[in-house]
């Protein structure tokens, strides 16, 4: 999402470095990439194929569809199943390949029924162009709807130590062995919580950025998270969170300042 322009609306105002953050990514062991096609739109997902096609293996590429942008920061949700049979399509073009691995629905469209949308992700996963579904800002409630129609793979709702609304599709997840992917994982919220941050990442010599990078991969074995970054400076500084490993006085102290 943070490599293309400002609103999420054409290209990058570094386009080098944002092809250089892209290759860096295996050079550091990540295998994950999350992406869609309204990023840009379409700008993300080209480059991205610009930068690491031909893929490394095991490098899993994930995308959505589901919104339309007609601006900068402008979003607005189409779950039409002839939509998202042609954005799937468009994805798969941009992104070189034959079979998306993770294909999300990025909203839930309240002008279609939730059954029409994922029937078509569902005969495009018969078909062979989407390995896994998963869905992006839904309810525990819509979740167990939508289990009768698709197996899902993932959820992609925002949350981090201070957006906690969605707990209950957290606790779903958990149940049903379902990866859950926080974006906006590093919002870091009240003054009172930012305190907590900082003093924590003081005592471990960090950045307040890893220490919500770490309490999210603490907080649930199904956690995925997703920080999204337009320098490889951060990039590195993220991806070394994943060794930092809080103490149980710190994850009590974080739990809290943001409850």
């Not at 998202?84 to 909203?107: C, F, M, N, P, T």
């Amino acid at each position: 999402m943070r490599i293309t322009g400002s609103g999420i609306w054409g290209p990058p105002d570094n386009r080098r470095e944002a092809l250089r953050v892209l290759r860096r990514l295996p050079e550091l062991g990540v295998n994950f990439i999350d992406t869609a096609d309204s990023y840009g739109p379409n700008v993300s997902e080209e480059l991205i194929a610009e930068a690491l096609h031909p893929y490394s293996k095991g490098m899993l590429i994930a995308t959505k569809g589901g919104l339309t942008r007609p601006g900068p920061n402008k979003w607005e949700p189409n779950g039409r199943p002839g939509y998202l049979r042609s954005a799937l399509e468009g994805s798969l073009k941009r992104l070189k390949v034959e079979r998306i691995d993770l294909y999300q629905l990025h909203r839930i469209d309240p002008e279609v029924p939730m059954e029409d949308s994922l029937g078509v992700l569902k005969d495009a996963q018969k078909e062979g162009l989407i390995r896994y579904i998963g869905l992006s800002e839904v309810s525990a409630e819509q979740l167990e709807q939508a289990s009768k129609t698709v197996d899902i793979a993932t959820v992609q709702n925002m949350y981090n130590l201070n957006e906690r609304r969605w707990e209950d599709s957290l606790k779903w997840c958990e149940a049903q062995n379902v990866g859950f992917i926080p974006w906006y994982p590093l919002s870091a919220g009240s003054i009172n919580s930012q305190k907590t941050i900082q003093k924590v990442a003081k005592k471990h010599g960090v950045s307040e950025y890893q220490v919500a990078l770490a309490w999210l991969l603490q907080r649930s074995p199904v956690m995925l998270p997703i920080p999204g970054t337009s320098s490889v400076a951060h990039l590195e500084e993220n991806v070394a969170a994943a060794s930092l490993k809080l103490e149980e006085e710190d994850l009590q102290e974080l739990n809290e300042a943001t409850a």
